[in-house]
């Protein structure tokens, strides 16, 4: 049964002080890692793919990495708008998507 | 681009009675995917459907239900609703079949009582 596991469950941070997420996963032939921000009300807003050990993926603030066992949402100078929960999901030989239950961020000014 | 849209946004129902949900993916998305989203379980893949097939089913009991239509637009079904079908049900699209790159829309909130 493929597993995914975030971390910490809340974070808060001061505008500017960079820090990083932590996504554990098991899963059997993985097809893909992905990563989501969603804000309260809304759905989940698709942020990056990836496929296999040793990619990495930027957007403006945010870079993704990716090992055989873990992926990390890294965060450079947050601002307050990037305060949202983040959530990771895989995707094994089913194409079944397993989610972690987020990471809530705030962002404070 | 249009997003995706889904109504109604918010329903409230019975225990027992059925509801239908609705879904119309991004232009030229062939796949739809369902979720139910609880704080207690957090986000859930009930099924994908691409090309008005259905394509996986994730572990939900047969009272949920779904179908595409041959536009792509989706729809999907819960008989008999019991008080912990009360969620947040969201579709997703995507071009191809499986999870890579969907978008979500913004979800109906159910609430039976």
């Known amino acids: 049964e493929d597993q995914v596991t975030q971390s910490p469950e809340a974070l808060r941070l001061q505008e500017g002080e960079s820090s990083s997420l932590n996504c554990s996963y098991t899963?059997?032939?993985?097809?893909?890692l992905f990563w989501y921000r969603q804000d309260p009300g809304k759905g989940p807003e698709f942020l990056f793919t990836?496929?296999?050990a040793g990619e990495e993926k930027e957007k403006e603030r945010l870079k993704a990495t990716l090992t055989k066992k873990e992926s990390f949402l890294h965060i450079t100078a947050p601002k307050p708008e990037d305060s949202a929960t983040y959530l990771c999901?895989?995707?094994?030989?089913?194409?079944?998507?397993?989610f972690g239950r987020g990471t809530s961020l705030i962002v404070h000014p | 681009k249009a997003g995706v849209t889904q109504t109604p946004r918010y329903l409230i129902k019975t225990r027992g009675q059925q509801v239908t949900l609705s879904c119309s993916p991004i232009s030229g998305h062939r796949s739809v995917s369902w979720y139910q989203q609880t704080p207690g379980q957090g986000l859930q893949f009930l099924f994908e459907y691409f090309s008005e097939t259905q394509r996986n089913k994730g572990n939900f009991p047969g009272r949920f239900s779904g179908r595409q239509f041959s536009n792509s637009r989706s729809e999907m079904n819960v008989s008999t609703l019991e008080l912990g079908d009360s969620a947040l049900y969201l579709c997703?699209?995507?071009?191809?079949?499986?999870?890579?790159?969907?978008?979500f829309g913004p979800g109906t909130r159910l609430t039976v009582t």
């Open positions: 990836l496929y296999s």
């Open positions: 997703a699209s995507s071009f191809d079949r499986g999870p890579d790159e969907q978008y």
């Open positions: 899963v059997s032939g993985l097809r893909g």
């Open positions: 999901a895989v995707s094994g030989g089913s194409y079944i998507p397993t």
